[in-house]
């Protein structure tokens, strides 16, 4: 099995804040292992595991928070129609499609993948909403509108709603700027 590993790095440009993520994809599982560090809501560092299918459907995702003297932790998986938050069955997230994580731009991915290719095409969706400063999972939806092979419009239609931004992406559909909120950059050079 051969598994190709890639880092990427996100800069917020709301708020003072930074992104490393690990990305390992094979033909049988794709990971991501990732830190965000920010200044906002007393300062931070959350850390994200993502567990998805080939055609990057998410399976689980573990999340912990550190903050001003405070650790909390969630996890969230895949049920046969539904999910389950911690370990409990949570009925009000039947029928969500992927889990969209608020402090980091690569769940947008997942729903991208499958927006079809052709200007003016869009996909709508609910999400297991994780609110990365209150660790809480809700229902919400949203709408991705193709604007080009590379531009998508993301609209917020529940929790957010009324929230718009325009997305660039690269030929995987991860994000390279989202407006308003990140932008992909590239470390510099490491010393030899």
């Known amino acids: 099995m051969r598994r190709e590993h890639e880092t990427l790095f996100w800069r917020r440009t709301d ?7 690990l990305l390992s994809v094979s033909t049988d599982v794709v990971l991501i292992k990732s830190t965000v560090v920010c200044v906002e809501d007393g300062g931070y560092r959350l850390d994200h595991r993502w567990t998805l299918t080939p055609d990057w459907r998410a399976l689980s995702l573990d999340v912990e928070r550190w903050g001003a003297a405070v650790h909390t932790r969630l996890t969230i998986e895949r ?3 539904g ?6 069955r949570r009925v009000d997230l039947d029928g969500a499609e992927e889990p969209d ?7 947008n991915t997942f729903p991208i993948r499958r927006t079809p290719v052709n200007e003016g095409a869009s996909l709508t969706l609910d999400t297991c909403f994780v609110d990365g400063a209150t660790m809480t999972v809700a229902r919400s939806r949203q ?4 604007l080009g ?3 998508l419009r993301y609209v917020d239609l529940g ?6 931004a325009d997305l660039q992406v690269d030929g995987r559909g991860l994000i390279v700027r989202y407006q308003h909120m990140f932008e992909r950059i590239e470390p510099s050079p490491g010393l030899i």
């Open 149 to 151: 092979p590379d531009r």
């Open 143 to 146: 709408r991705y509108e193709r």
């Open 83 to 88: 999910w389950k938050v911690d370990g409990a």
């Open 159 to 164: 929790l957010s709603a009324g929230f718009a």
């Open 79 to 81: 049920t046969d129609g």
């Open 101 to 107: 994580l608020s402090v980091t731009p690569v769940c």
């Open 15 to 21: 708020v003072q804040g930074l992104e490393r993520l």
